[in-house]
């Protein structure tokens, strides 16, 4: 079983940085696609951005282009979300997840994820 953990959330201003990460735990990271999502007050849980297991494919939401950036290093079992000109849109509660295939191509939607983490606030003030 996969065990993801997040980190690097918290309050910060309009224009700010932030970066979060997710630590995942067992052997099969390097074979996994990763993803971000994020869930705003009485809001769905919406994908933010994905990642193939290589990371030689990424794809961020047209609301976060040029502004957000997903990577991943699979030496550490660490996926990151890069967070620059944060709005106060982008206040929410950030998940990781991950699937056990390799491709995250078609993987848009929650249920193409198999593993979560337990969500790190962030909250953008204006």
């Known amino acids: 079983q996969v065990q993801l953990v997040e980190s690097g959330g918290g309050l910060v201003q309009a224009g700010a940085s932030l970066r979060l990460s997710c630590t995942a735990s067992?052997?099969?990271?390097?074979?996994?696609?990763m993803a971000w999502f994020r869930q705003a007050p009485g809001k769905e849980r919406d994908i933010v951005a994905r990642?193939?297991?290589?990371?030689?494919?990424?794809y961020c939401a047209e609301s976060v282009q040029g502004r957000f950036t997903i990577s991943r290093n699979n030496a550490k079992n660490t996926v990151y979300l890069q967070m620059n000109s944060l709005k106060p849109e982008d206040t929410a509660v950030y998940y990781c997840?991950?699937?056990?295939?390799?491709?995250?191509?078609?993987?848009?939607?929650?249920?193409?994820?198999?593993?979560w983490g337990q969500g790190t606030q962030v909250t953008v003030s204006s």
């Open positions: 997840a991950g699937r056990r295939s390799a491709i995250a191509l078609t993987a848009t939607t929650p249920t193409s994820y198999d593993y």
């Open positions: 067992g052997r099969t990271f390097s074979s996994n696609a």
């Open positions: 990642i193939s297991a290589s990371g030689g494919y990424t």
